[in-house]
């Protein structure tokens, strides 16, 4: 899948009805993502820290479909969808860039054998999530 057609044809977002009330919810449930991010890693719960930070990174980024009227059934569309905003220029391009980062982490962590994230790797996930939802909520004010 190389396009953001491809993923509308697949069915893997779908239009439907805009709603700023589901995207607000969807960036409350990243800052409670978020949260839940920072506590796993005071906890040591490195590899369930990684994972809410992706998901706070997973809603903010999903709010923006939600505002736009798009369902997503796969997470690397959102990605794809986000790179419509960066062509429009109203999106810096590491910001999908960033997105896909943080969800190869938690994909390869969550489906591979792979060594453990350090608390170096999982502090860096929460900073990128923290500035991920900073940017989708201005990204959702200026085009809104």
């Not at 009805?17 to 906890?43: F, G, V, Y």
């Not at 923006?64 to 062509?87: A, M, N, T």
Request: with cysteine; aromatic share 10%.
């Amino acid at each position: 899948m190389k396009n953001i057609d491809n993923c509308f044809e697949l069915g893997l977002l779908r239009r439907t009805e805009p709603s700023r009330r589901k995207s607000d919810q969807s960036l409350l449930s990243a800052r409670e993502w978020l949260s839940e991010a920072e506590k796993n890693l005071e906890a040591e719960a490195l590899r369930s820290a990684l994972s809410s930070a992706y998901l706070a990174v997973f809603h903010s980024a999903r709010a923006v479909l939600f505002r736009d009227g798009v369902r997503e059934k796969s997470h690397y569309c959102i990605g794809l969808y986000l790179q419509r905003y960066v062509e429009e220029g109203s999106l810096e391009e590491n910001w999908p860039m960033l997105f896909d980062r943080i969800r190869s982490m938690r994909h390869a962590d969550q489906y591979s054998f792979m060594a453990r994230p350090t608390g170096e790797e999982v502090q860096a996930g929460i900073d990128l999530a923290e500035r991920f939802i900073e940017r989708m909520e201005r990204l959702l004010q200026e085009t809104g």
